[in-house]
T-cell receptor, first 114, second 114 residues
């Protein structure tokens, strides 16, 4: 297992288009988290899953954002009708549910909306 | 609500010297965990050190140690014998027990100078 992987690494899209990002967590991790990081800021929580169940969504997650983890393995984050303010690094992390262990992060997907 | 504050946007240190990064936090929880994560340029975030709030002893990991002052809600990171590879953004983060999502500070950009 090579860790948390995210695809694509970079995405440039025109305003108004839809985009989808994928995250593959560490295989034995049942918790999966999405964060957004803008320039000069720390990551901000968006949503997280335990297996296929979405446990919590941040108020930052507008109706244009949706996330799924259909089989409790990989997850997708979709942004509809992208806006320039959506430009950011989208980070995925995974962890075990128990044991109070650390979260492992992927390299992120950098989205630029033009 | 939980908050994490890092008041030093940028710091620099000479190679082989010691530097301390500051972090204060606020939480109403009695059981929580504190972390320092490192994000090198264009690379993924990795855990540097963690501290359980119920432990009085300060955590240490090789050249990295923390000064955890629970009453003052302070959690600083000391890097000894700084190396060029320590150049990165450093984020202080907090979460409740049970592997809940992390709350991050805005980060401190550390530059190690040869």
């Amino acid at each position: 297992d090579t860790g948390v992987s995210q695809d694509p690494r970079h995405k440039i899209t025109k305003r108004g288009q839809n985009v989808t990002f994928r995250c593959d967590p560490i295989s034995e991790h049942n918790r999966l988290y999405w964060y957004r990081q803008t320039l000069g800021q720390g990551p901000e929580f968006l949503t997280y899953f335990q297996n296929e169940a979405q446990l919590e969504k941040s108020r930052l997650l507008s109706d244009r954002f949706s996330a799924e983890r259909p089989k409790g393995s990989f997850s997708t984050l979709e942004i509809q009708r992208t806006e320039q303010g959506d430009s950011a690094m989208y980070l995925c992390a995974s962890s075990l549910e128990t044991g109070n262990t650390e979260a492992f992060f992927g390299q992120g997907t950098r989205l630029t909306v033009v | 609500a939980q908050t994490v504050t890092q008041s030093q946007p940028e710091m620099s240190v000479q190679e082989a010297e010691t530097v301390t990064l500051s972090c204060t936090y606020d939480t109403s929880e009695s059981n929580y965990y504190l972390f320092w994560y490192k994000q090198p340029p264009s690379r993924q975030m990795i855990l540097v050190i963690r501290q359980e709030a119920y432990k009085q002893q300060n955590a240490t990991e090789n050249r990295f140690s923390v000064n955890f002052q629970k009453a003052a809600k302070s959690f600083s990171l000391k890097i000894s014998d700084s190396q060029l590879g320590d150049t990165a953004m450093y984020f202080c983060a907090l979460r409740n027990s049970g592997n809940t999502p992390l709350v991050f500070g805005k980060g401190t950009r550390l530059s190690v100078i040869a």
